[in-house]
């Protein structure tokens, strides 16, 4: 399967606890974003990154949340000191930039609960 | 802030009707696309819409993208129960093609 992928699916964690997530982009794609979407909602943006260059957060990211992509491949998204508004489905989506029909492609998600 | 409103919010309708959902902005975005979303699950690319006025077709399907590129429409014709999920569309913004997302529109096709 060379689509994009999330890892873990599903994360259960404790308020105060710290958690990170994976993505692994689309292997060609140069472009990688990072969405959350709480029940009942469309997906709201975060950030992204073009290669290793995160170029844009949303005032969602409060100083808690952290993303990286060290190597312009796989990004990881950590929340430190988790709490229970943090609980939602975090989802990545990969692209590549200047094909005439931009399309972001996403993976499953990361379904985040926190007790 | 851009704002992407879809309608309805929910649909539930019976096998074989036809159906459309509208999706209206203020905005103007570089491309519009539409996703299909199972629970627990990403959103799955339906199609991706870039010129204003064009008309896309996906088996039962059609997209259209307004003129000024600020809304478009999803018709689907005889809607099969495998129709139901949630839709969402999406506008992408000039340069750094982030998504806005509509709310989305929940469709439920009773056999």
């Known amino acids: 399967d060379t689509g994009v992928s999330q890892d873990p699916r599903h994360k259960i964690t404790k308020r105060g606890q710290n958690v990170t997530f994976r993505c692994d982009p689309i292997s060609e794609h140069n472009r990688l974003y990072w969405y959350r979407q709480t029940l009942g909602q469309g997906p709201e943006f975060l950030t992204y990154f073009q290669n290793e260059a995160q170029l844009e957060k949303s005032r969602l990211l409060s100083d808690r949340f952290s993303a990286e992509r060290p190597k312009g491949s796989f990004s990881t998204l950590e929340i430190q000191r988790t709490e229970q508004g943090d609980s939602a489905m975090y989802l990545c989506?990969?692209?590549?930039?200047?094909?005439?029909?931009?399309?972001?492609?996403f993976g499953p998600g990361t379904r985040l609960l926190v007790l | 802030t851009q704002l992407l409103e879809q309608s309805p919010q929910f649909l539930s309708i019976q096998e074989g009707e036809n159906l459309t959902v509208y999706c209206n902005s203020s905005s103007v975005f570089s491309s519009l696309q539409w996703y299909r979303q199972e629970p627990g699950e990403g959103p799955v690319l339906l199609v991706t819409?870039?010129?204003?006025?064009e008309v896309k077709k996906l088996k039962r399907l059609t997209f259209q993208f307004g003129d000024a590129r600020k809304d478009s429409s999803l018709h689907i014709t005889a809607a099969q129960p495998g129709d139901t999920g949630l839709y969402l569309c999406?506008?992408?913004?000039?340069?750094?093609?982030?998504?806005?997302f509509g709310t989305g529109t929940r469709l439920t096709i009773i056999p």
């Open positions: 999406a506008g992408a913004d000039f340069g750094n093609e982030k998504l806005t």
């Open positions: 819409v870039v010129t204003g006025g």
């Open positions: 989506a990969s692209s590549l930039e200047g094909t005439r029909q931009e399309t972001q492609y």
